[in-house]
């Protein structure tokens, strides 16, 4: 593993096969020293624990989106190329409708022409779209090799890229085929969100506010005390404890339940509700607007289910709101309901829900499919 006595950050994540996540304001210009130190280019680290490939690698295919690309790509290439690796490149374009059989087979061809064996790697710039792209790439190429993941989103670095799910869309719905692929680094550069949108940052900063509700109060209570998205964009030291601790979480929640059979579906807070609203806006509405209007439906519907006091929808609904995400939804139960039902969580005759008992503790409860509409007029939909 990595000597990260020099960063900020470094949190090993013990899952099927074992990897870091380094956290530090630059890191991206380490990327090269890091992943050379995985075994390959021109560093001598050999770290093969089971990883699919077991030799040097030689070889790179960066993978990332023209937006992306365009403001980090020079940088992560200089890198890459200076620790010694033969570097190719594969860039699409930005945005959700890309995440397709036709970038996923782009990624493939590009691997292949560049001659890519199962020793090299591919290395995944960009947010969740590219992560997911890359990541079931590389699960699939060869039978599977390695993958970086460097993530220039909020969203991505507390959430996507850790963990190892990978995939893409089909017509028929979001993430219908994928592959668990753990990364076999993540590197995570929080000055690489210095040029995100605002909107984007608040959209990732929902899936934070979830990560708080579900396994940490301090946490909650940290996020609280900010003014307002500003002055949390400020704080350098603020963001990447709160990155970090979002990592600690989820690596946590990973390592008790890596293939997603249990424990791992708290991280679904919010997300039935929110991904109904998402659906209904014609995914014009972003991502963590929508999952944060659908935590705050679970709320008040746990509360009004004596789940748990007023106080808790009450707070989450402050914070929310502080930050500038939605804690309510334009759409009744009758606009959503159709995708919450069509939607892949939605297992058999039940659906696995997740409430609020406090602040920082949330649990699974399976509700019957039948009773969904009553739930969210608990939450407050009409
Ligand atoms: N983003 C949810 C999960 O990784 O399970």
């Not at 890459?80 to 594969?90: N, T």
């Not at 022409?113 to 960009?126: H, I, K, P, Y």
């Not at 350098?236 to 979480?249: A, F, S």
Request: net charge negative; aromatic share 8%.
């Amino acid at each position: 593993m990595i000597n990260a006595s020099k960063y900020l950050k470094k949190i090993c994540v013990n899952a099927s096969s074992e990897y870091d996540v380094v956290i530090g304001n630059g890191a991206i210009d380490l990327a090269g020293e890091l992943i050379s130190a995985l075994g390959g280019g021109s560093g001598s680290g050999n770290a093969f624990c089971g990883c699919p490939g077991c030799g040097k690698a030689s070889k790179l295919l960066l993978v990332s989106d023209d937006t992306v690309y365009s403001l980090y790509g020079e940088k992560a290439a200089e890198t890459l190329k200076k620790a010694g690796f033969e570097l190719s490149e594969f860039v699409f374009p930005h945005g959700e409708s890309s995440k397709n059989l036709d970038t996923y087979a782009g990624i493939l061809s590009r691997a292949l022409e560049s001659g890519l064996t199962r020793n090299d790697m591919f290395v995944a710039l960009g947010g969740g779209v590219t992560g997911d792209l890359a990541g079931f790439a590389a699960a699939t190429f060869k039978r599977g090799i390695r993958f970086v993941q460097i993530p220039t989103t909020l969203l991505s670095a507390v959430d996507a890229s850790v963990g190892g799910k990978t995939g893409i869309d089909l017509d028929g719905g979001k993430n219908q085929v994928g592959a668990f692929h753990q990364p076999s680094l993540v590197l995570c550069d929080p000055e690489l969100l210095e040029t995100l949108p605002e909107d984007q940052f608040r959209s990732g900063l929902a899936e934070v506010i979830k990560t708080a509700m579900i396994a940490d109060e301090a946490l909650f209570e940290t996020l609280a005390r900010y003014k307002d998205l500003q002055e949390f964009r400020a704080d350098k030291e603020g963001l990447i404890k709160v990155t970090g601790r979002c990592v600690e979480i989820k690596r946590d929640i990973v390592l008790a339940d890596e293939f997603d059979r249990g424990e791992r579906m708290l991280l679904n807070f919010g997300h039935p509700v929110g991904h109904g609203i998402e659906a209904k806006s014609g995914f014009a509405m972003l991502h963590g607007f929508a999952v944060a209007a659908g935590m705050a439906v679970a709320a008040r519907a746990a509360c009004n289910r004596n789940y748990c006091p007023d106080a808790v929808p009450a707070a989450l609904e402050t914070v929310l709101e502080k930050f500038g995400l939605p804690a309510d939804t334009e759409y009744g139960a009758d606009d959503i309901l159709p995708f919450i039902y069509g939607d892949k969580k939605a297992a058999g005759k039940l659906i696995n829900l997740v409430v609020p008992r406090s602040i920082g503790k949330c649990e699974i409860t399976p509700l019957p499919l039948s009773g969904l509409e009553e739930f969210l007029y608990d939450g407050g939909l009409r």
